[in-house]
């Protein structure tokens, strides 16, 4: 089983809809979890981070993170063409000597 | 300049030729990573350095051939390469090496002939 899994997708949807993007790992330790957005040939970029369980929002941005399930999420509100990309999930220990563990990313279209 | 830059932003080489990726950062960090990205597949970590001290090379072929001269500076040396390594190179910085937030230069895409 890899340490993080995360539906390629792609995932299109119109604009203005909802937006659900998951990823599920497997070690109990992870306690760090990020999102990076990667636009086409650019480099990630981080979109929110959060520390062990719980929501933070930013914006049309909600992640939430719940530790008894394994399980992290990436809502978007109202999406938007601009939020055309692909998402990662990424997760660590933090821990002295480790590093961070990235999802495959989520293809993500919207359509205007 | 700030973030993470990246030179250069495309390269195409022969298989018998020797090239050098190069990437600095201004944030200020003390660690810095070689990743691979290809497509359809997760981020592959080369390299760590932290503190100029090279701390993880995951079994990366000898033809890859990191150089960290000082906390801002990060190269990669490349010869006699392979077709399959044709990939998206990114170069990532984090305060420290302990499952910090990384933040990552545009890469560079590279198309080994």
């Known amino acids: 089983q890899k340490e993080v899994e995360q539906d390629p997708g792609p995932l299109s949807v119109p604009e203005g809809a909802i937006v659900s993007l998951n990823c599920t790992y497997s070690?109990?330790?992870?306690?760090?979890f990020m999102w990076y957005r990667q636009y086409s040939r650019k480099g990630p970029e981080l979109l929110m981070y959060?520390?062990?369980?719980g929501n933070k929002e930013d914006g049309r941005f909600t992640a939430q993170v719940d530790k008894s399930s394994k399980y992290i999420s990436l809502f978007i509100r109202d999406s938007q063409p601009s939020d055309s990309a692909t998402y990662l999930c990424?997760?660590?220990?933090?821990?002295?000597?480790?590093?961070?563990?990235f999802g495959k990313g989520t293809t993500l279209s919207v359509s205007s | 300049e700030t973030g993470v830059t990246q030179t250069p932003r495309h390269l195409v080489m022969g298989m018998t030729n020797k090239k050098s990726l190069k990437c600095e950062q201004h944030?200020?960090?003390?660690?810095m990573y070689w990743y691979k990205q290809s497509a359809k597949k997760p981020l592959e970590l080369m390299f760590v350095?932290?503190?100029?001290?090279?701390?993880e090379n995951n079994s990366v072929p000898s033809r890859f051939s990191p150089e960290c001269p000082n906390s801002s500076h990060l190269f990669l040396h490349l010869h006699t390469l392979q077709p399959e390594d044709s990939a998206l190179y990114l170069c990532?910085?984090?305060?420290?090496?302990?499952?910090?937030?990384?933040?990552f230069g545009p890469g560079t895409r590279l198309l080994v002939l």
């Open positions: 990532a910085s984090s305060q420290d090496y302990r499952g910090e937030t990384q933040y």
């Open positions: 070690n109990s330790a992870f306690q760090y």
């Open positions: 959060t520390y062990s369980s």
């Open positions: 990424a997760m660590s220990e933090r821990q002295a000597g480790t590093a961070l563990i």
């Open positions: 944030l200020g960090h003390n660690a």
């Open positions: 350095y932290n503190f100029k001290e090279q701390t």
